[in-house]
């Protein structure tokens, strides 16, 4: 059944499929922790259902696995005609990816379901209080990075993650998790340009540019501004600088234009619904984006081409 699975997921473009039990998951104390510490800003549903992400066969009962799926997004970073840019995962010319996703992962469920009739499963994308990384991780799909990103040797971590969760007697599939293959390098940590990324593994959210910059709600401040390069939603760089993901990173190369900031600044809320209303730039929104792009386009201008990363 896992092979015929993980063939069906290759054909609907999945790069990765892992299973594992659905038991409390690797670095679950390590979560609990870094929430008591405060270090997740105001994303205040992480704080919540903490017993479903410690037990999350709370999530669907009489649960015995949990499919961790991997879905590539572009290696290439969107950008402006002005030379301005936003994280590669926004994919402004493409539906939200929680939606894709989702039916592409049906399609998988029902294979489970004709299999394994009169069982039940659930798909989860961002949608229910799951360790999503942690799972992947104990499936042995890829290790955790010093950037806390997922991380699959020979493709890299630019990719999404999906799962579903199901009542199916899957067939034992025991692989070990994979070891930290990060070696000496510390590039993540010395690149980003908040000091986020502390210490290895340690990630202070309240000072992320992906956070700051999407989920924070009020100005866009000039000190943060300063720290955000030409990027006006979210932040790749330790992403960027990683060198798992310098891997076949020449093979996409077909620019992603986005509309110029100009444009984006006169946008009114309809123009933007019908430019950008069913992509996942909903999320910040056409407020937040705008406060962004006017932070940094207040400050003294730099050399576009200094900061356009292809890689
Ligand atoms: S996304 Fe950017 S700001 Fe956040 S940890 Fe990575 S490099 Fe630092
Ligand atoms: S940049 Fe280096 S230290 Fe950071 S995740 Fe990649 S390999 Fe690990």
Same mark, same amino acid.
């Given at each position: 059944?896992?092979?015929?699975? %993980? ?7 999945? $790069? ?35 017993? $479903? @992400? ?20 572009t290696k290439i970073k ?9 994280? @590669? ?10 939606? #894709?996703?989702?039916?592409? &992962? ?15 499963? #659930? %798909? ?6 799951? /360790? ?52 000496? &390098? *510390? ?33 866009? +401040? ?10 006006? $939603? ?14 076949n990173a020449q093979a996409e190369s077909e620019e992603i234009m ?19 209303? +069913?992509?996942? /730039?909903?999320?910040?929104? /056409?407020? *937040? %984006? ?5 932070? %940094?386009?207040?400050?003294?201008? @730099? ?7 292809i890689y």
């Amino acid at each position: 059944m896992i092979s015929d699975l %993980i063939e069906k997921a290759k054909g609907l473009g999945f $790069i990765s499929l892992g299973v594992s039990r659905a038991e409390t998951p690797p670095f679950f104390d390590q979560f609990s922790k870094w929430i008591c510490a405060g270090r997740h800003g105001e994303m205040s549903w992480l704080e919540r259902h903490m017993e $479903i @992400r410690q037990h999350p066969r709370r999530l669907l009962e009489g649960c015995n696995s949990i499919i961790s799926l991997v879905y590539p997004y572009t290696k290439i970073k969107p950008c402006t005609p002005d030379g301005f840019t936003i994280a @590669r995962y926004s994919e402004p010319k493409k539906n939200d990816y929680h939606r #894709r996703l989702r039916q592409m &992962c049906l399609a998988l469920a029902e294979s489970i379901s004709e299999r394994y009739p009169k069982t039940n499963s #659930r %798909i989860c994308i961002d949608s229910a209080p799951l /360790l999503e990384r942690s799972f992947a991780y104990a499936s042995g799909i890829g290790f955790i990075g010093k950037n806390n990103s997922l991380i699959i040797p020979g493709y890299g971590s630019y990719f999404f993650l999906a799962e579903i969760l199901t009542t199916a007697p899957l067939p034992a599939y025991e692989t070990s998790p994979m070891e930290n293959l990060c070696g000496q &390098c *510390k590039s993540c940590i010395e690149a980003c340009p908040s000091g986020a990324l502390e210490a290895p593994f340690n990630l202070d959210a309240a000072k992320c540019l992906s956070y700051l910059t999407i989920e924070h709600k009020g100005p866009t +401040d000039r000190s943060v501004a300063m720290k955000m390069g030409r990027c006006f $939603i979210g932040c790749d760089i330790c992403q960027e600088v990683c060198p798992y993901n310098h891997v076949n990173a020449q093979a996409e190369s077909e620019e992603i234009m986005l509309p110029s900031t100009e444009e984006i600044l006169n946008m009114d809320d309809r123009q933007f619904s019908d430019t950008f209303g +069913d992509t996942a /730039l909903s999320r910040p929104g /056409l407020c *937040k %984006i705008k406060q962004n792009i006017l932070a %940094i386009r207040s400050l003294p201008s @730099r050399d576009p081409g200094q900061e356009k990363t292809i890689y």
